[in-house]
């Protein structure tokens, strides 16, 4: 079946303690990214990537990194999480035909960060 | 910064209905995108317009562009309550190849 998978889907932190939030596809697209939602703010894009080894900040980057080793994962790392990064994120991909096309989005992760 | 801005922001309608909701951004794109999202789930693509269309249609949604006035419209006709959900536009610029978002509409359909 095709699909994005996050991992995990809820998660509890305190600041500062790092954590790892990954995203896997199985359809070969080569747009992966990475999305924060918030109440009233709907979806902002936090990083995205072109394909293998290529990334780039989306609107809210700001305290995240990612990496894209293999084309299939794209994991999104919080290394000192403070309470403002508590959200709803979502992880999404794509083919890209010259242009960004229709996206697929995994169930969504839910942070809170004491 | 967010480029889509959806209105209204809630929509509540009898079920058998036709629900309009609109959707403007600001720069120049390549093409905007329409997704639904049930109750803090996944969000799922509904249909795609590119900047050289006007007007698209599947099954029960039809959606327009007007590029001129850099606004978009999704209608959905004879509404169901399973179309209950939270509507987005997500705009995808002509030069680069970032996805912007709207705040979306929530539309409730009663039966």
């Known amino acids: 079946e095709a699909q994005v998978t996050q991992n995990p889907r809820y998660l509890i932190t305190v600041t500062g303690k790092k954590l790892t939030v990954t995203c896997s596809q199985n359809?070969?697209?080569?747009?992966m990214s990475w999305y924060r939602q918030d109440p009233g703010l709907g979806l902002r894009q936090i990083y995205y990537s072109m394909n293998v080894e290529v990334t780039d900040k989306g609107d809210v980057p700001e305290g995240y990194k990612v990496s894209r080793k293999e084309k299939r994962n794209f994991p999104l790392i919080l290394e000192s999480p403070s309470p403002n990064q508590t959200s709803l994120y979502f992880c999404a991909s794509s083919f890209i035909r010259e242009v960004v096309n229709e996206q697929f989005f995994g169930p969504g992760t839910r942070l809170t960060v004491l | 910064s967010q480029q889509g801005e959806e209105d209204p922001q809630a929509l509540s309608i009898q079920e058998g209905e036709n629900a309009t909701m609109n959707c403007s951004y600001k720069t120049s794109i390549n093409n905007l995108q329409w997704y639904r999202q049930n109750s803090g789930r996944g969000l799922v693509h509904l249909i795609l317009i590119r900047s050289n269309e006007r007007e698209k249609h599947s099954g029960r949604l039809r959606v327009t562009l007007d590029t001129s006035k850099k606004s978009s419209s999704l209608l959905i006709t004879a509404s169901r309550a399973a179309d209950t959900a939270s509507y987005f536009c997500?705009?995808?610029?002509?030069?680069?190849?970032?996805?912007?978002f709207g705040a979306g509409t929530t539309v409730t359909v009663r039966a």
């Open positions: 359809m070969n697209h080569e747009y």
């Open positions: 997500a705009t995808v610029r002509s030069n680069d190849y970032k996805l912007s």
